[in-house]
C-alpha cells in the first residue's frame, strides 16, 4: 500500500486492468522467439487465469494463486537464468505502460526474483 491506503491492485484499476496487464505481458512473452517455444503446448487460457491470480496477489489484490507448486510446474523445462531475466524484462516494459510506479515495478520483480530458483530448477546461470 501506499500514503494513501491504496495498494497497486487498487490504483491501476483491479481485476479488469489486471486482467488487460497480463495479455499485454503475454504479447510480450509470446513474441519473443526465445520464450516463445516455451508456451508451444501451453494451456494459454489456463496459463492466462493462473497468472492473473498471481499478478493480483502481488499487486495487493483479493486473489490468491492456487495453481501447482512453481517448482514442479517448470520442472524439466530447460529455464535458464537468462530465460527469467527475459521473462522479467518483459514485465517490467509491461508494468511500466499500466502506470506503475518504479518502486512498485522492483517491488513486483523482487517477489518474482524470490521463487527464481523453483522456476529455473534451483541451478546456475546456464541452467
Not at 18 to 30: E, M, Q
Amino acid at each position: 500500500m501506499d500514503e494513501s491506503g491504496t495498494t497497486p491492485f487498487q490504483r491501476i484499476g483491479g481485476a479488469k486492468t489486471v486482467a488487460a496487464l497480463v495479455d499485454a505481458f503475454y504479447d510480450r512473452v509470446l513474441g519473443d522467439a526465445e520464450l516463445a517455444p516455451f508456451f508451444e503446448h501451453a494451456d494459454l487460457a489456463r496459463l492466462l487465469e493462473m497468472q492473473r491470480m498471481v499478478f493480483s496477489m502481488a499487486l495487493g489484490g483479493p486473489e490468491s494463486y492456487e495453481g501447482r507448486p512453481l517448482a514442479h510446474a517448470h520442472r524439466g523445462r530447460g529455464i535458464t537464468r537468462e530465460h527469467l531475466q527475459r521473462f522479467t524484462d518483459h514485465l517490467f516494459a509491461t508494468l511500466e505502460e499500466f502506470d506503475l510506479s518504479e518502486h512498485e515495478r522492483h517491488e513486483m520483480i523482487a517477489r518474482i526474483n524470490t521463487y527464481s530458483s523453483e522456476i529455473i530448477g534451483g541451478f546456475g546461470v546456464s541452467g
